[in-house]
């Protein structure tokens, strides 16, 4: 359940400035997580929310107005043990005490062997002896929202303070615990960056000498490079296509389906090709679409080695449900030649989406990865609706290379995949908006070009390859096909 955007936080300014201090960070974020009075006063709804969320800061809140707290540099965990973890990092604060007007940073707990407790039945835990516990169980508010004593541990071990030289208990939550509420913050960076990590240039010239390289794209064959867009169930691969195709028609143009299902809406195979907007000839180049990937069902690594080596041919039905099958497939082609195959592999992400993927599906876009690589073909990665995610671009996508958080995933998605992260790519495609928008174009026919330019190369690497073998193009097949 993620937090409402009409909620308020409960942290002030000023005591962001001091946590970020206290953790040394001082680009640091805070983003909410967790409200106790939002998500309930339950432990299994806290790991639900909060587990592998990097390092976090909990806090809570008691109607005696004391607010005090723990951090953690590791993520949560819930496994069904109790099991202790080591964090040097950790340490218990307190923001406000009538006692002390001001933040006090009271242990670091770096003598202890366990740190924090990760514990399916506890919330965030601190201390070896539990020294501070904020939830245990399932509890309920009372008619006028207080909750009183989260847990009898809570109180029992934060009087005691066996692991640790603290003051009086009583000095940094006010008494006897009746939580006003509790919230834990996940730690990021701050949204944006003074200086953008990639430089673009947005002015409209920009954009001209796009569409102009992209419209002289040739290869050195003369035949169209072959584009394969891959990627998990509503990441916007359709929408790429239909993005790069309204910024040639010079206007909004859904010609592959697109849109938000549960299930793949590509039903189909289809090889789709771009036309010059004056002459109307097709571009040097088709972008092959197929269906989404999904946990279950959807396309299975053999499927994905029949579209990479280009055994599939434009219009062959799909059945998110069916594997592919030489012998029953339509024109099934069991022996295509080097301008059937792809030329160019491109993943595509939802960026919102890539913390909540499933693993199943992560497993099968790095099979993708492995099937491309085996073969030597360059690899792309777009992620798209970067709006989602950063509202700054959402406002205003020049802001994309400012953004911490898009930053950060294509420094993840490239340690993930292996590749550069110059091929990683963020988009935003065209889902929403009625009309063209130049700034979006430039991202769009940006990361365009990177495909072509990959796949320009792959196609004369190939030939230089094939000439050395004496234009035996079988040889040259038999040669990169070798290894799968």
């Not at 671009?393 to 911490?404: G, H, K, M």
Request: one cysteine or more.
């Amino acid at each position: 359940m993620p937090i409402p955007l009409a909620i308020d936080c409960l942290l002030p300014p000023n005591d962001e400035d001091q946590l970020r201090n206290w953790i040394g960070r001082p680009n640091a974020a805070f983003k909410l997580i967790y409200k106790a009075s939002i998500h309930g006063y339950n432990s299994k709804i806290f790991h639900q929310t909060c587990d592998d969320k990097g390092p976090t800061v909990s806090l809570a809140y008691t109607t005696a107005d004391y607010v005090f707290g723990g951090y953690t540099s590791i993520p949560w965990e819930n496994p069904a043990v109790a099991a202790p973890k080591r964090d040097p990092n950790a340490f218990l604060f307190g923001l406000q005490q009538k006692a002390r007007g001001s933040p006090v940073y009271y242990t670091s707990l770096q003598e202890q062997n366990g740190h924090v407790e990760h514990h399916d039945g506890l919330g965030p835990a601190f201390g070896e002896k539990k020294d501070m516990v904020l939830l245990t169980g399932e509890h309920y508010a009372t008619k006028d929202g207080i909750i009183e004593d989260a847990g009898a541990q809570v109180a029992e071990a934060f009087t005691s303070f066996k692991s640790v030289d603290l003051p009086p208990p009583a000095q940094i939550t006010g008494g006897k615990l009746h939580f006003r509420d509790i919230e834990v913050y996940q730690v990021t960076d701050k949204p944006v960056m003074e200086k953008p990590s990639v430089n673009i240039s947005w002015e409209n010239k920009t954009r001209e000498k796009l569409l102009k390289d992209i419209m002289g794209f040739q290869t050195v064959n003369k035949k169209p490079a072959r584009i394969l867009l891959l990627g998990q169930i509503g990441a916007g691969k359709s929408s790429f296509f239909n993005s790069v195709s309204s910024i040639f028609k010079g206007y909004i143009a859904q010609t592959a389906k697109a849109g938000e299902e549960a299930s793949s809406m590509t039903k189909t195979y289809r090889t789709y090709a771009v036309r010059d907007p004056e002459s109307r000839s097709p571009l040097n180049f088709l972008l092959c679409d197929t269906m989404g990937v999904e946990k279950e069902h959807g396309l299975q690594e053999a499927d994905m080695a029949y579209f990479i080596n280009g055994n599939i041919p434009n219009g062959t039905p799909l059945n998110p449900s069916k594997m592919i099958n030489p012998k029953t497939t339509r024109n099934f082609k069991h022996s295509p030649n080097f301008d059937d195959e792809t030329h160019c592999g491109v993943l595509v992400i939802n960026t919102a989406y890539i913390d909540a993927m499933p693993q199943d599906v992560w497993r099968k876009l790095e099979a993708f990865k492995r099937l491309i690589n085996d073969r030597e073909i360059p690899l792309i990665i777009l992620l798209t609706k970067i709006d989602q995610v950063c509202p700054q671009v959402a406002d205003d996508v020049r802001r994309v290379y400012y953004s911490n958080f898009i930053k950060r995933m294509i420094e993840k998605m490239s340690s993930r995949f292996g590749i550069a992260q110059n091929q990683v790519h963020p988009v935003q495609n065209y889902t929403i908006a009625h009309d063209l928008d130049d700034n979006t174009d430039i991202l769009i026919l940006q990361a365009f070009l990177h495909m072509l330019r990959a796949a320009g190369n792959y196609i004369e690497d190939y030939n230089t390859l094939r000439e050395e073998e004496g234009n035996n193009d079988l040889n040259v097949r038999d040669n990169r096909l070798s290894q799968t």
